[in-house]
């Protein structure tokens, strides 16, 4: 049996439609609100609640035979930024009560982490980094990602521990899905500008112009996760993995944007403590490990991206 939480965040949406395909394992969603219309009819149970609450989710494992979990419930960097106290108890005592509750051995643990984890300056920001360089996070969502991936190891490894997991994460870049606009975080910029010119709205961006992260579109992400989770994990040399497929500028997507829509505007009003995050994250990720580990390789890049998946399939979803 399969637990998602956050099912209602992006990933988990996209991730529930995905493995539900497989139809070999049945999927227990949980989130703080019901399941969305489009994916309810996918889960065999829900649970409604926060993941704070150290006894609902107790009750959760003992209620079912969860074997692989996929932890997704978080708050993003914009948000965790503005509430960092609330950030911290829902990033990492979530992470941690999901971790308490295991019950059986060998739990196969997904959780996505961030590049939020990484702090360059503009010295260093076009170096392609390894996983373990700059690892010093200058923000409170990248600080409980960072631990967490930790936490994730030590109860792997750890043999004073009844339940040990089998813990993956990928640490992911900015995500850009057709179906959807994240809430709350700081690579939002792109798939708002996105969405606003495809609905033929202006878009006023929060960073500069020159500004640049690494990004992965929803298909490739979702593929990404499901492709570690089924890798054998005698292949694996890490536990946490960092993946992307392109890394534009703003002023790049907005001259990709106007290719389609000649009359989308794109002004801008800088926010200085979302464009500190922006330009302390790397713009590219040397991604070897992923690639000789478990074959990683994104079907999407910039110009197929756009062509192929974000506007005709942005377009249908406005047009329904
Ligand atoms: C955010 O901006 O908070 C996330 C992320 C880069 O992890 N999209």
Redesign the pocket.
Known sequence: MILITGINGELGSALTKKLSQFKSEKIIGFDLSKPNENIKDLLYKTYKGDIRDSELIKKIFAENKIDTIYHLAAI???E?EKKPYLAHSVNVDGFFNIINSINVKNVKFFFPS???VYHLNCNNKNIKITENDFCNPNNI?GCN?LYCEKLGSYFQNSHDTEFNIDFRSIR????ISAHSL?Q?????YAPEMIHNAIQKKDYTCFVRKDSC?PFIVMPDAVNAVIKLMHTNKANLTTDVYHIQSFSPTVDQIYEKLILYFPKFKLNYKVDKNRQK?VDS?PSQLNQQKAINDWDWKPEFNFDNAFEKYLIPKISEYYNK
């Open positions: 993003l960097s914009t965790a961030s590049i939020a969502y990602k992911l870049s900015g995500i994240p709350g975080g700081t690579s939002d992260i995050m994250w």
